[in-house]
């Protein structure tokens, strides 16, 4: 009885154990485990939000300065572009019409001076056309008796002597009438150099501007007496082209060609880059500081640029193509350059690297990426702060 009441309970069970395995349903698969992010890693859910807040971009090569000289610099005035205004004569200023700073046009008027050279340049000029007129005189009297001696030779009535005297006394005549020419055309051109007429007496010099540009340096008051016919009254300057004037080291000059294009950065406008190209490499090496003058011509047409500003120039500047990422992509931390770069979606790492020159918005890269990475651009702060 016993026998038969276990197999019967052996086979219920194998029964139900048929039953329970036919009916099994598949395991629920449990969700992935979050991915724990290592030092110098962050980690954003592929399916957040945020993830939409970080962009990239692959690492690009762009043209890079990879060497130049550079060298402190001074702006100038052009000294092919400037001029220093002087006295004709001695005399007394009269009015002075302009001041320092103002901007003047070839041929305006500076100022008025009175002098007595004045009368004596008219006085010379008048004296100079009297000894024409006289000279003439002489000639045409030369003439007559000339003619007259030729017509008493024809007659038998004087020897031929008498005839070449005469011819040559016409000759004599002639001469002294070119030269009292030449020295009335002189006198006149000096009256024209001092802009007076050629009758009147007790005129005032008018001084006119010989060049166009700004007046930057001016030494002349109104009724001032002035004698130094060669000491600068005004200096005008033409600053639509300007110069910016270095030393370099003469160990560096060899890299230096004239008609290079150069970089100038100047304190007084910070982040600005200024262009020109080189005008002018010295011939003498300074025996103190062991450098070379050179110089560079920049345009300069909305006056922005000041003599004597002070700034730094670039020369002999070589690109070669180089990786390049944006600015906003560096990150500075504990004395490194560090960028973001993207292993994975929503997986970040920290990379250092050694940035080179930047060129506009864009920042060279020399070391610690490799092509094809892509860098975090944009979003930087956010992988920051996790």
Same mark, same amino acid.
């Given at each position: ?24 349903q ?12 290592r030092?110098?890693?962050a980690?954003? $859910? ?8 970080i962009?990239?971009?692959?690492? #690009?090569?762009?043209?890079?300065p990879?060497?130049?000289? @550079?060298?402190?610099?001074?702006v ?6 400037? /001029?220093h ?26 100022m008025?001076?009175?002098s ?7 006085? @010379?000029f ?7 007129t ?16 030729? $017509? ?29 020419? #030449? %020295? ?6 000096? =009256? ?9 007496f007790?005129? /005032?010099?008018?001084?006119?501007a ?18 130094? =016919?060669? %000491? ?11 110069w ?21 950065? =100047? ?15 010295g011939?003498?090496?300074? #025996? ?9 011509e =920049?345009?300069n047409q ?16 070589q ?7 944006? %600015?906003s ?7 490194k ?6 292993? #994975? ?18 920042? %060279? ?19 920051a702060?996790?």
């Open positions: 009885m016993k026998t038969k009441y276990r197999s019967s309970l052996g086979a219920a069970c194998i029964l139900a154990l048929i039953l329970t395995g036919c009916g099994e598949p395991p629920v698969e449990k969700p992935k485990a979050a991915l724990t992010p030092p110098g890693q980690v954003i $859910d592929p399916n957040s939000p945020q993830l939409a807040q962009k990239t971009e692959p690492l #690009a090569s762009t043209l890079v990879v060497s130049s000289v @550079s060298a402190p610099g001074k100038e005035a052009n000294v092919n572009r400037q /001029s205004v002087v006295l004709p004569v001695a005399g007394r200023v009269n009015t002075v019409m302009v001041k320092i700073g103002d901007f003047v046009r070839q041929g305006q008027a500076l008025t001076l009175e007595a050279d004045i009368d004596a340049a008219v006085s @010379s008048q004296q100079a056309q009297a000894g024409v006289q000279a003439k005189s002489a000639v045409a009297k030369a003439q007559m008796d000339l003619d007259r001696e030729n $017509d008493l030779f024809e007659h038998g009535a004087v020897p031929q002597k008498d005839v070449l005297n005469a011819r040559a006394v016409t000759v004599q005549a002639q001469a002294a009438v070119e030269q009292a020419q #030449a %020295a009335a055309e002189q006198a006149r051109r000096r =009256l024209q150099i001092l802009g007076v007429g050629e009758k009147a007790g005129q /005032s010099v008018t001084i006119h010989p060049i166009s540009g700004k007046i930057l340096e001016m030494s002349v008051v109104n009724g001032e007496f002035r004698n130094d =016919l060669s %000491a600068p009254l005004m200096t005008i300057a033409d600053l639509s082209s300007v910016v004037t270095s030393d370099v080291p003469e160990t560096a000059i060899r890299f230096i060609k004239l008609g290079e294009p150069v970089k100038i950065d =100047l304190a007084a406008y910070p982040g600005e880059t200024f262009r020109g190209r080189v005008a002018l490499i011939d003498i090496v300074d #025996a103190q500081t062991r450098t070379v003058k050179v110089r560079a =920049l345009p909305d006056g922005r640029l000041k003599p004597e500003m002070f700034g730094n120039i670039q020369l002999a500047e690109l070669e193509q180089r990786p390049a990422i944006p %600015a992509a560096v990150v500075a931390s504990d004395g350059t560090l960028v973001w770069r993207e292993t #994975a979606k929503g997986v970040f790492e920290k990379v250092a690297i050694t940035t080179g020159a930047q060129i506009g918005d864009r920042v %060279a890269v020399l070391h610690g990426l490799q092509p094809g990475d892509r860098v975090v651009v944009d979003g930087v702060m956010l992988l702060a996790r």
